[in-house]
């Protein structure tokens, strides 16, 4: 089968095309023939070697997958050969995965296969760093960071169908009107104006209640002073590759609190993946979410669409085909 596999750390040329033996499902797991191959920065900073415990080369890329189960593993009963399903894994970039049966979802009706893409990582990071971790309320006011990406679009959703006021930034104008028609009443184009000054302006310089953070560097700094009182600020990510400290003595004199969310330490709490799945389904049922992967790109092109994220081109989800 074809996979792609990170050869070494570098950038997108990095990425190579391979043949690569059909994997077998061992005990407690399914081999999917996927569909679509979710894309998450994640898989960027993996490549480039700045991912924290990630894998050394050569590796598969990717770990996020929709597709339909063409094998079940000794042990599994809650799947049959044929269901259409989504989750993570390991070598996601490829014609065929395996993955713990645990660790897959059935596809919901209402999305085709790059739309389910992106809900094993993106969906499930943007409602528990909200709602699981954050308690965000109605009323409150949040500001998420690249909020035009596939991750960025469902956390603003998600926080609108809270009934919190959002705040979005993004690099160009044809984002923020495409923010404004995801729910975002007060997107920012950080390229024309300090996004800190307009955050300032529109919580009349109280701040935010709620900050959403995967860039890093400067856009770290400002952020954290864009906080009110008792205000907290989640770390997502570091896409500058520019990883900041924090004063302790700053959070202490303004009551804040910084936090870093990462997926899978949440993905043992049965309770509250049933709470994600329960409300992603009302939410599909109502019209009251979209997930947007209008971004294709065919498997072998996987360098091409790094990049294309990487140049601040992408809105919503993108995703590789096989």
């Not at 645990?102 to 990582?121: E, G, N, S, T, Y």
């Not at 400290?245 to 202490?252: H, I, R």
């Not at 599909?284 to 790094?306: C, G, K, M, S, W």
């Amino acid at each position: 089968m074809r996979s792609i596999v990170v050869t070494r750390y570098g950038g997108p040329e990095v990425l190579e095309l391979q043949n690569v033996p059909i994997p077998e499902p061992g005990e407690g797991q399914v081999r999917v023939k996927v569909h679509s191959a979710g894309i998450n920065y994640a898989d960027i900073m993996q490549r480039k070697g700045l991912y924290i415990g990630g894998p050394k080369p050569p590796f598969g890329a990717g770990f996020e997958f929709a597709g339909t189960i063409e094998r079940l593993g000794s042990g599994v009963k809650q799947w049959r050969v044929g269901d259409a399903v989504m989750g993570v894994c390991a070598s996601g970039y490829s014609e065929y995965i395996v993955a713990d049966a645990a660790r897959v979802m059935p596809k919901p009706k209402q999305l085709d296969f790059h739309q389910a893409a992106a809900i094993p990582c993106q969906y499930l990071t943007a409602y528990h760093t909200l709602i699981t971790l954050s308690q965000l309320r109605p009323g409150q006011t949040v500001l998420v960071q690249a909020a035009a990406g596939g991750l960025g679009t469902l956390l603003v959703q998600i926080a609108r169908n809270i009934g919190a006021e959002v705040i979005g930034t993004c690099s160009t104008d044809e984002k923020c009107a495409y923010l404004r028609e995801m729910g975002c009443r007060h997107p920012i184009n950080y390229t024309a104006c300090k996004f800190r000054h307009e955050v300032m302006k529109i919580t009349h310089d109280e701040g935010c209640d709620l900050i959403i953070e995967s860039v890093g560097g400067d856009v770290f700094d400002e952020s954290l002073r864009c906080l009110k009182s008792r205000g907290r600020l989640v770390v997502l990510g570091v896409a500058s590759g520019q990883a900041r400290s924090v004063q302790t003595l700053y959070l202490l004199t303004h009551n804040m609190t910084v936090s870093g969310f990462h997926l899978f330490g949440y993905a043992d709490d049965a309770v509250a993946m049933a709470n994600a799945v329960r409300d992603l389904q009302a939410w599909l049922d109502t019209n009251a979410i979209t997930v947007v992967a209008r971004h294709v790109f065919p498997l072998e092109h996987a360098a091409e669409a790094h990049q294309f994220i990487s140049d601040r081109k992408s809105v919503g989800k993108v995703v590789l085909t096989t």
